[in-house]
């Protein structure tokens, strides 16, 4: 079955550090795939996502491409601020499978000043 | 546009109890999909509705059903609530088949 894999957490950050978070996935096909956050006490948000082989999603600084040699879907940012603390989902759907989504198991990203 | 709401926003019963939690997707949105999430199995699907039928289903039991209206509004409901039922339940819009799905805050449902 389809399934999402990604790096374990929690990642904690200084302010204006690099970030990646890894994502790859297992799926029939090719599925679109995202990437979500979410807030405390909120529920989930779309942050990008990318349809096909080697789109690009991009949103508010955080990018990531759609790699189908290598199942990845890796979250990049160039400069994390504090309000960037958050978990990110990375997050698949078929084509087939109406708007079921899989997900993976999320990163908590802590920034501190 | 208003966003995806849901009702109640918290909830407390106790185990053998039933729960009904409701859920209005953004206007002109037909697709209605449930989530649960916990912290031991992350986010799972539990169902999907589009114009009042269930489309896709997740691996849950038969005590979680859920209906969608006229209207698109969807309730989902837990029969005979076991203390494993504690979690965040997520409802989801979009256009059917549609790549966007928004995210209502949550029901937070405690099972003592």
């Known amino acids: 079955g389809d399934s999402v894999t990604q790096m374990e957490g929690p990642v904690t950050l200084s302010e204006e550090a690099f970030l990646t978070i890894n994502c790859t996935y297992t799926?029939?096909?090719?599925?679109?795939l995202f990437w979500y956050v979410q807030y405390p006490g909120e529920g989930l948000q779309l942050l990008l996502k990318a349809t096909k082989a080697d789109d690009k999603g991009s949103n508010k600084g955080f990018e990531a491409t759609y790699r189908k040699e290598t199942t990845s879907f890796h979250l990049e940012k160039g400069s994390v601020q504090v309000s960037d603390s958050a978990v990110y989902f990375c997050a698949l759907k078929r084509e087939t499978s109406g708007s079921r989504l899989t997900f993976g198991e999320g990163t908590q990203l802590t920034v501190n000043p | 546009k208003a966003g995806v709401t849901q009702t109640p926003r918290y909830l407390i019963k106790t185990r053998g109890q039933q729960v009904t939690l409701s859920c209005s997707p953004i206007s002109g949105h037909r697709s209605v999909s449930w989530y649960q999430q916990t912290p031991g199995q992350g986010l799972q699907f539990l169902f999907e509705?589009?114009?009042?039928?269930?489309?896709n289903k997740g691996n849950f039991p038969g005590r979680f059903s859920g209906r969608q209206f006229s209207n698109s509004r969807s309730e989902m409901n837990v029969s005979t609530l076991e203390l494993g039922d504690s979690a965040l339940y997520l409802c989801a819009s979009s256009l059917f088949g549609g790549d966007t799905q928004y995210f209502g805050p949550g029901t937070r449902l405690t099972v003592l």
């Open positions: 799926a029939t096909g090719y599925p679109s």
């Open positions: 509705y589009f114009s009042e039928t269930q489309r």
